[in-house]
């Protein structure tokens, strides 16, 4: 198992990896006991986006599927986990809420990665067709502010949003403020690690074989079109899990979570963060989730103005990713100055380079 | 009878003329290049807004569009020689720094101008035939888009330019052997391409709203015309606009615009699953 977590497909290996992420962890853990209340609230708001990232991560550096579809799906469980609550009480129902929600997500992205990617389109097309969608959700939800678009008691309520639905709970017990930051701590280490586990698999080493030559993997005689559905289901799920996260802790959703700009973050964090590499992504996007926030006080178009020109900054300067490259930078110096050969770290860099994508 | 037949001409040269206005110019710089400009709404906001200027200022409305149009190819070629020129070995990347250029294009408008300006009106003038009332300047876009798939038929069928475009496009390495400047020739498409986005802009700005996110209206109806028409405007965009623009008229007529527009997009889904590389795909194929 350890293995798994250890492999050749993720950056950050041995002892002192592993020592830092328990640092981290353990960091994180005990930031309660000191923070305030709001700072630790925004902390888990900030985890919430986490997934989404991690997902596209998987599917766009790992699988070498851009999909620009994140918020499609993000919505899409987001609005059925309002639904579902809405409709079955609160309570612990809304753990079920939560969960169902995410399951119609993945539903939808199973459908729409079918005709896809059995259509062999990829490349360009494949965030297109996908962005094409998230726009078209937004603007039909957009216009269903009249009453007569409610799906039981729910009403959707146009640009105005879903609001009144229940957050997650337990019984009586209501998942909120320090109880609800350490849900969102175990839920990112379960899917961190779950994550690294998957991509070091088999199933992931196929993953990869598809990202680097599609035609290479199908002669080896892997249908990779199955592993390209499995990888964009995760990836969706995951925007889904986002997705309800935020429902239920904001307790409404409205459309412009969905259309752009909005569909365009999570790119942003992967892309400025390096999408080779999860624990990269990890990183980065909590920097500039972080960040961004710190700006939107402010004001949002600056902080959009940004983000737009981090993300052509790294497109143009550093296309692998900017957290990548400087994480690389010191691991590099680090292993130079232990007098190890720096040609094993060079072989392992050279080996998660895609090859165009 | 003849009544009801125009109208129905009427609704499907208005959707028509939407798709093909929209969907040229990211459909040359598509079929030229391989590159999907993520930017291609902000051309059309630029288009709108420069029309709208000029009109306040006192310019005649044509002419205004016009400039509008020019304006923007202008500013097409700027960022290509800038930025995109960079990434035409990286199409994905492409993608990246347009839409990167977008968000910070809309935003700081948005932070500049701010929300929404008042608008011209449409252009007046409507006729009747039978008990029903079309509005003329609708036809006046049906005309445009065809005008328009006639100048690019011209253009890369006709001309010096258009031959060596078309070199390019199929062998750019040996286009450039046998003495073509290929980046002149891209700069230039691309530039086409941004003025084809500005003219749409310019054309649609008397009947819409300018807010400086307006480009997002057009964007949607672009990508899937093009996904579907794949990488020939001429074999490719105008059979898929008149396919779509079939299917989204009569959606349209029975339960309204944003019906329509999921029914559009269900239609290419479907699409692309038989022909993933689009209708001009089969049409060039057959044509050889």
Redesign the interface.
């Given at each position: 198992m350890f293995k798994l977590l250890d492999g050749s497909q993720t950056l950050g290996r041995g002892p002192t990896f592993w020592s830092c992420f328990l640092v981290v962890l353990a960091a994180a853990l005990i930031y309660p006991v000191f923070a305030d209340s709001y700072d630790v609230g925004n902390f888990s708001y900030f985890f919430i986006w986490i997934f989404m990232a991690l997902g596209l991560c998987l599917m766009w550096g790992y699988g070498g599927m851009?999909s620009f579809g994140q918020t499609l799906f993000f919505g899409i469980s987001g609005y059925a986990y309002g639904v579902l609550a809405i409709n079955m009480g609160g309570g612990s129902t809304t753990i079920v809420a939560l969960v169902l929600s995410i399951i119609i997500a993945m539903i939808a992205a199973g459908i729409?990665g079918y005709?896809?990617i059995?259509?062999?389109?990829s490349?360009?097309?494949f965030?297109?067709?996908t962005?094409?969608?998230t726009?078209?959700l937004a603007?039909?939800l957009g216009?269903t502010a009249g009453p007569e678009w409610r799906i039981g008691s729910a009403r959707l309520n146009g640009f105005n949003g879903m609001k009144g639905m229940d957050p997650l709970a337990i019984g009586d017990f209501y998942i909120e403020g320090v109880a609800l930051y350490y849900v969102m701590v175990a839920l990112i280490v379960i899917v961190y690690l779950a994550l690294r586990m998957l991509v070091n698999s088999r199933i992931g080493n196929v993953i990869v074989a598809t990202r680097e030559n599609p035609q290479r993997a199908e002669m080896l005689g892997y249908d990779v079109r199955k592993y390209q559905l499995l990888t964009f289901t995760i990836g969706s799920g995951l925007a889904g899990l986002s997705g309800a996260l935020y429902t239920s802790w904001g307790q409404f959703i409205t459309p412009s979570s969905i259309?752009?700009?909005a569909a365009?973050m999570p790119?942003?964090w992967v892309?400025f963060s390096g999408r080779s590499d999860l624990t990269a992504t990890l990183v980065g996007s909590f920097l500039l989730l972080f960040g961004f926030q710190t700006i939107t006080v402010y004001?949002q178009?600056?902080a959009?103005?940004l983000?737009?020109?981090?993300?052509?900054?790294?497109?143009?300067l550093a296309?692998q990713g900017f957290v990548l490259g400087v994480g690389k930078l010191v691991a590099d110096r680090w292993s130079a100055r232990r007098q190890r050969s720096s040609k094993l770290a060079l072989a392992d860099t050279s080996r998660l380079q895609p090859d165009?994508? | 009878m003849s009544a009801e037949l125009f109208s129905v001409f009427y609704q499907f040269a208005d959707v028509f003329a939407f798709l093909i206005l929209s969907a040229a110019g990211l459909a040359i710089v598509f079929g030229m290049m391989g590159v999907i400009n993520m930017a291609h709404g902000e051309f059309i906001m630029c288009g709108a807004y420069v029309t709208v200027g000029l009109v306040k200022l006192g310019v005649p409305l044509p002419i205004a569009q016009a400039l509008a149009a020019l304006t923007a190819g202008l500013i097409g070629v700027a960022v290509e020689y800038l930025v995109v020129r960079r990434f035409y070995k990286r199409p994905l990347d492409s993608l990246l720094a347009t839409w990167g250029l977008s968000l910070i294009v809309t935003q700081s408008m948005l932070l500049i101008v701010g929300s929404s300006i008042t608008g011209i009106g449409t252009p007046e003038g409507s006729f009747a035939i039978g008990g029903y009332t079309f509005s003329t300047y609708r036809l006046v876009l049906f005309a445009c888009a065809v005008a328009v798939l006639l100048g690019l038929y011209v253009t890369f069928m006709k001309t010096r330019f258009g031959v060596l475009a078309r070199a390019t496009m199929q062998n750019a390495a040996m286009a450039r052997a046998l003495g073509a400047r290929t980046g002149r020739i891209y700069a230039i498409s691309f530039g086409i391409g941004a003025g084809l986005a500005g003219l749409c802009g310019a054309l649609y700005a008397p009947t819409m709203t300018l807010i400086p996110t307006m480009g997002a209206t057009f964007v949607v109806e672009s990508f899937v015309t093009v996904v579907v028409g794949g990488a020939n405007v001429l074999l490719g965009t105008a059979p898929a606009a008149v396919f779509l623009a079939i299917i989204r008229m009569a959606l349209n007529a029975s339960y309204g615009q944003i019906i329509g527009q999921i029914g559009m997009l269900f239609a290419v889904i479907l699409i692309i699953r038989v022909l993933p590389e689009g209708i001009s795909s089969v049409l060039v194929r057959r044509g050889r």
């Open positions: 851009l729409l005709f896809m059995w259509g062999g389109i490349g360009i097309f965030g297109i067709v962005l094409s969608a726009l078209v603007f039909f216009q259309g752009l700009p365009a790119i942003v892309a004001s178009q600056a959009l103005v983000m737009g020109a981090l993300l052509l900054a790294t497109v143009m296309p165009e994508t | -």
